[in-house]
């Protein structure tokens, strides 16, 4: 285990995900997604957003690496869809597909910019949730068979893979809560689906030799509000972080864990050999951070939270949400990224990565070419302050990646949320990039040799 102090190398970057900016849904022979169902079906996204054509990525690859560049960044960390290489989920190569992240990879390497590729960003092909999705072992089986064909064409060239992005979201918002695709609000389905997604990471790195494996997770801090709370808190641990890096520590998932979900111990679903697999197969972890939270024992009464379906089994919980807080509601603690960094570095002794974290800002309007979003500045210097005192205290972080680019599909807040470095003019055909202040500034952060920041190479020490 390495202890760096803040002299060592922390790269840089900023990170986006296929569906949120690439569009071009139906082109290149690329097979549907389930958000791409679930954008179709009334009442699921904001405003009846999809995206159908985002911000038109897949067609203006050169001019977002432009943007990329002109940062200054060591990194950029993206996603393949799933659906544009395997339109069908498994079997049919869709070449064109390949091609597209070919130019992406091999232009910001041409720009000196590290390609990080993650394998999942919940854009499931439509057929594998045909047959039941990530409650089958079978697309965890799938899902190997996705990451060799991706390595095959860029391995040589992208060495920094994430298997999965968040896959509590994935299995539970998805599953269980019912407000992500595939929109399915059954307890006991988010668990299933979080095994098979834990089973596919580890499965996938036969599939990715050489190649540094990671898998990114939103890790919490979970902080109850008062001491009646700290069971509800603990159940909260245990979905929110536990159920991940028990299986990916230890080997096992603990025993709150077993009680909250009583199939995890079925051995139809956990099968001899699966959590030996899953143990220790992640070589870094990437952690996205935005917030704490913080249970509180509720009365029962009352309207539910939002995120509530997404804590199965955990009974009589309340989530507060503190000031202040972002344009999207959620609270700006940095204090959190600092205690998360720290204990997770303790408890797992990997590599980490900080692989989002950023704020959406009502920030929208372009005045003289102009949009001075000083409140995302403001966050983004907190949380980078915060890493630093994360790396004084010992913890081994590698990488920061502003969460975004671009102003982009924010799933079921559809476009009205912005999180941008880049402010997309939604009303222009051409889909107008204008940088915003904090673009500018977070350049003058790269520039800036301060706290050892910004030397490259991620994930070589
Ligand atoms: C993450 N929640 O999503 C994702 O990795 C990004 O794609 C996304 O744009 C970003 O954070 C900002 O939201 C989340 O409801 C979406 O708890 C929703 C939740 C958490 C993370």
Same mark, same amino acid.
């Given at each position: 285990m390495t202890t760096p102090t803040t002299s060592s190398p922390l790269a840089l970057g900023v990170a986006t995900a296929s569906y949120q900016i690439e569009g071009? +849904? *139906?082109?290149? #022979?690329r097979g549907p997604s389930i958000w791409d169902t679930f954008t179709a079906?009334? #009442?699921? !996204?904001v405003g009846g957003d999809?995206? !159908?054509? %985002?911000?038109d990525s897949y067609h203006r690859v050169e001019d977002d690496i432009a943007l990329i560049r002109g940062l200054g960044v060591d990194a950029y960390r993206f996603s393949l869809a799933w659906p544009r290489i395997l339109p069908e989920g498994r #079997? =049919? +190569? /869709?070449t064109r597909g390949l091609d597209y992240y070919e130019r992406l990879v091999d232009g910001l390497l041409e720009a000196g910019i590290e390609p990080v590729a993650t394998l &999942? $960003?919940?854009?499931?092909p439509q057929a594998l949730e045909d047959e039941g999705g990530w409650l089958e072992r079978r697309t965890a089986e799938a899902f190997v068979d996705y990451a060799g064909v991706a390595h095959q064409r860029l391995g040589d060239r992208v060495t920094s893979w994430a298997t999965h992005n968040e896959p509590w979201c994935a299995a539970y918002l998805g &599953? *269980? *809560?019912? !407000? $992500?695709?595939?929109g399915r609000s059954e307890g006991a389905a988010g668990h299933r689906a979080a095994h098979h997604l834990l089973l596919g990471h580890a499965w996938a790195r036969e599939a990715l030799p050489g190649a540094h494996v990671g898998i990114v997770l939103n890790l919490a801090p979970v902080w109850p509000e008062?001491?009646?709370a700290a069971d509800v808190a603990d159940g909260v641990d245990a979905i929110r972080? =536990? +159920?991940?890096l028990g299986p990916l520590v230890d080997g096992a998932y603990d025993e709150r864990m077993l009680a909250i %979900?009583?199939?995890? *111990?079925d051995p139809g679903l956990v099968r001899p050999g699966d959590l030996d697999a899953i143990?220790?197969?992640?070589?870094w972890l990437g952690i996205n951070y935005y917030t704490p939270i913080r249970p509180a024992l509720g009365t029962g009464e009352g309207e539910p939270h939002p /995120?509530?379906? %997404? &804590?199965?089994? +955990?009974? =009589?919980l309340d989530l507060v949400v503190r000031e202040p807080r972002t344009d999207i509601g959620w609270e700006i603690e940095p204090r959190g990224l600092e205690e998360l960094l720290v204990e997770t570095h303790r408890r797992t002794g990997l590599p980490l990565v900080i692989t989002e974290n950023g704020a959406a800002c009502a920030d929208t309007e372009v005045v003289d070419g102009r949009v001075e979003d000083t409140d995302r500045i403001d966050y983004l210097r907190d949380h980078l302050a915060a890493v630093d005192r994360a790396r004084d205290a010992g913890a081994d972080v590698r990488g920061y990646f502003v969460w975004t680019l671009l102003d982009n599909?924010?799933? @079921?807040?559809? &476009? @009205?949320k912005t999180f941008g470095l880049v402010h997309v003019d939604r009303s222009s055909p051409s889909l107008t990039r204008t940088p915003k202040a904090s673009y500018h500034w977070f350049a003058e952060q790269v520039a800036a040799p301060a706290g050892g920041r910004g030397a490259a190479g991620l994930l070589t020490p």
């Open positions: 071009a +849904v *139906a082109e290149d #022979g079906e009334p #009442g699921r !996204v999809d995206g !159908v054509d %985002a911000c #079997g =049919r +190569v /869709e &999942y $960003h919940w854009d499931l &599953y *269980a *809560a019912g !407000v $992500h695709a595939p008062s001491p009646e972080n =536990r +159920v991940w %979900a009583p199939v995890l *111990a143990k220790g197969s992640a070589d /995120e509530q379906g %997404a &804590y199965p089994g +955990v009974e =009589r599909f924010e799933w @079921a807040e559809g &476009y @009205a």
